[in-house]
C-alpha cells in the first residue's frame, strides 16, 4: 500500500496541472497564523508541495516536512532551500518525544498518528489540522470512507486538548474543487 501510495503521488506531482496549486498555503492556516510562534520547530506531516512549509518558513519557523513522495520533496526543497525534506512513509513512522512547536496535518487523514502529536509536541505547541469529512461522500460516493472523517470525530479526538478553533463544513465553494472538512488549532493542555 505505502508503495502505491508513493507512486500515485509521484505520479500526480508529476503530471497533473492541478497540483501546482499546492504551492500555495491553505486558507486555514493563514486565517490562523495568529497562533503561531515566531520561532521554533514546526513539522508538517504528508507536506506536499510545501505550501504550508513555506508559509510557517516566512513567519519564522525551522521546519521539518515528511513526506512518501520523493517528488513533491524535490519539487519543495528546490522553492524552500532551508526546508528539512524527511522522504518518509507515515504509517511506519514514529515521532520523537516534546520536539515541536507546531505541528500540521492538512488533507492527509491517518488516525493513529494523533496519539504522536500529543506525545510530540513541547508543552503548549500547537497542533493545525484540516482535511476531508464524509460529507464529500454526496458528491463523491467512491471516496473511500475510512479516509473521511465522522461528524464531530476531530473534535472529540482532541477533546483534552485546548480547543481554539474548530469547525467542519464547506470550502472552496467558489472554485473547481469545494471540500468538505473538519479544521482544528488546538493546543496541547
Ligand atoms: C492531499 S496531499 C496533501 C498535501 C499537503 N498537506 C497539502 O495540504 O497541500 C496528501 C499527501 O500525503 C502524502 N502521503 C500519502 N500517503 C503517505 C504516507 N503513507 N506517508 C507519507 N506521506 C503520504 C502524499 O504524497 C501527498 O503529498
Avoid at 492556516?29 to 512549509?53: I, Q, R, T, W
Avoid at 522522504?87 to 493513529?112: G, H, K, S
Wanted: glycine share 6%; aromatic share 12%.
Amino acid at each position: 500500500m505505502p508503495d502505491q501510495d508513493a507512486t500515485r503521488w509521484n505520479a500526480r506531482y508529476l503530471q497533473d496541472a492541478r497540483y501546482a496549486t499546492f504551492t500555495a498555503a491553505r486558507p486555514f492556516l493563514v486565517e490562523h497564523a495568529v497562533y503561531l510562534p515566531h520561532s521554533g520547530l514546526a513539522l508538517d506531516v504528508a507536506m506536499g508541495l510545501g505550501g504550508n512549509a513555506g508559509f510557517l518558513l516566512d513567519c519564522g519557523l525551522q521546519v521539518v516536512g515528511v513526506d512518501i513522495s520523493w517528488v513533491a520533496l524535490q519539487q519543495a526543497k528546490a522553492r524552500l532551500p532551508h526546508l528539512q525534506a524527511v522522504l518518509a512513509d507515515l504509517t511506519n513512522f514514529y515521532l520523537p518525544e516534546a520536539r515541536f512547536d507546531v505541528i500540521l496535518n492538512f488533507y492527509y487523514l491517518q488516525r493513529t498518528l494523533w496519539p504522536q502529536f500529543q506525545r510530540a509536541l513541547r508543552p503548549s505547541g500547537l497542533l493545525v489540522i484540516e482535511t476531508l469529512t464524509r460529507a464529500m461522500l454526496d458528491s463523491h460516493p467512491d471516496f473511500d470512507p475510512d479516509f473521511l472523517l465522522k461528524p464531530g470525530e476531530l473534535r472529540q479526538a482532541f477533546s483534552n486538548w485546548q480547543i481554539l478553533v474548530y469547525h467542519e463544513g464547506w470550502v472552496g465553494r467558489d472554485t473547481d474543487h469545494p471540500r468538505a472538512v473538519a479544521s482544528l488549532v488546538a493546543r496541547l493542555p
